[in-house]
């Protein structure tokens, strides 16, 4: 089964608010708590962080353009195989 970059993130932002124990243990090492909950094994190359939004924090992640040669979410998700 091939999930979607949006369905992971749904699923561990669930699993984070219904679990203080897994919410820690995400932030403080977000590969590891995947693996052990939901069964995901990042590769190497791929670096994960997890980060809190407060209330009165916005994040905005700007992907890297289509131009710099940096790979797409989509060529991530292919990257990453089946979860």
Not at 39 to 56: C, H, M, Q, R
Not at 73 to 83: H, N, Q, T, V
Request: no cysteine; hydrophobic share 45%.
């Amino acid at each position: 089964m091939l999930m979607s970059t949006a369905i992971l993130t749904n699923q561990v932002i669930q699993k984070a608010w219904e679990d203080p124990s897994f919410k820690s243990r995400l932030l403080a090492n977000p590969k590891a708590a995947i693996r052990e909950v939901l069964g995901i094994d990042f590769p190497d190359n791929i670096t994960l962080k997890a980060v809190e939004e407060g209330a009165s924090e916005f994040y905005l992640v700007i992907p890297p353009s289509p131009s710099s040669g940096v790979m797409s979410i989509k060529e991530k998700e292919k990257a990453l195989g089946s979860w």
